[in-house]
């Protein structure tokens, strides 16, 4: 068996397999969209295994946000080749092309994900807490939100990640159905998934503030909401399941190498585990 999967050669996948990946957060029932799958083979580098069919079945991608940080994610594999070290060879390979290319790679890390990075290197460092709230339908229209602006969303992400993702802010808020809404003292992006709407990053002066936001959102939206909440800010956590939402799984997020940033304070929720 072993000798199978080392014959299965490595590819570097292009736009023209954003279905095929689609295909793969289907069957692990996660929320990536096309639309992300198509930012990921645009802009970052993307590989993937295929069988003797032909069909894709693996996949992991390194997306460079800077000069010297990057994103390791879509890191997924069918259930049938699933434990057979398909995971690690393609995480392996987006860290070889990281340490050619002098990144620092970043995660948000399953606790079965963990298990495996953890010995490659990976060093933990923030815990996120994955919510869903199912709503069948509206709650009401709620109060009108006001628009957010880019360039101050895009300000505090900066602060918040210790460095630069306006590319990937900039293409998430200028996507069809993505809304970047704000009070005096909260904003936060909502935008479309694969099997609800994605709420993060949100940004916010307390916990108080951004509950209240989180809960406009959702009042004047139907259907089911995703969130990644930041686990240190446990008012605002604890807030959301009094509120409702319900966990459905955590997130370690981890580092490989040495990073001369310095992430600030942390959002209430980020952008999502794809993204960081």
Not at 37 to 64: H, N
Not at 142 to 171: H, Q, V
Not at 232 to 261: K, S
């Amino acid at each position: 068996m072993v000798a199978i999967e080392k014959e299965l050669p490595l590819l570097q996948l292009d736009v023209r397999d954003a279905a095929a990946g689609l295909e793969l957060s289907r069957g692990a029932k996660w929320n990536q969209n096309e639309a992300d799958w198509r930012f990921f083979l645009a802009k970052g580098t993307v590989y993937g295994m295929r069988d003797s069919a032909s069909e894709l079945i693996a996949t992991a991608a390194l997306l460079p946000y800077t000069k010297r940080e990057a994103w390791i994610s879509m890191v997924l594999v069918t259930e049938s080749w699933r434990r057979r070290g398909l995971a690690t060879r393609l995480v392996d390979a987006c860290l070889d092309s990281a340490m050619r290319l002098g990144l620092t790679t970043w995660l948000d890390a399953t606790p079965a994900g963990a298990a495996v990075y953890g010995p490659l290197g990976f060093a933990p460092t923030i815990q996120l807490r994955r919510l869903r709230l199912e709503r069948g339908t509206s709650a009401g229209p709620g109060n009108e939100l006001a628009p957010g602006k880019l360039g101050d969303f895009i300000t505090c992400d900066i602060d918040a990640m210790g460095f630069d993702r306006r590319d990937l802010i900039s293409e998430l808020c200028g996507r069809p159905g993505s809304r970047l809404l704000s009070t005096n003292e909260a904003t936060a992006l909502v935008r479309d998934g694969r099997t609800a709407r994605q709420i993060g990053p949100v940004f916010a002066a307390s916990p108080e503030s951004a509950l209240a936001l989180v809960a406009e959102i959702v009042a004047g939206e139907p259907g089911a909401h995703l969130i990644d909440a930041v686990a240190d800010h446990a008012t605002f956590l604890d807030g959301l399941m009094r509120a409702g939402w319900t966990i459905e799984r955590p997130f370690q997020r981890m580092r490989f190498g040495r990073t001369a940033v310095q992430p600030g304070e942390p959002p209430f929720a980020v952008a999502g585990p794809e993204f960081g």
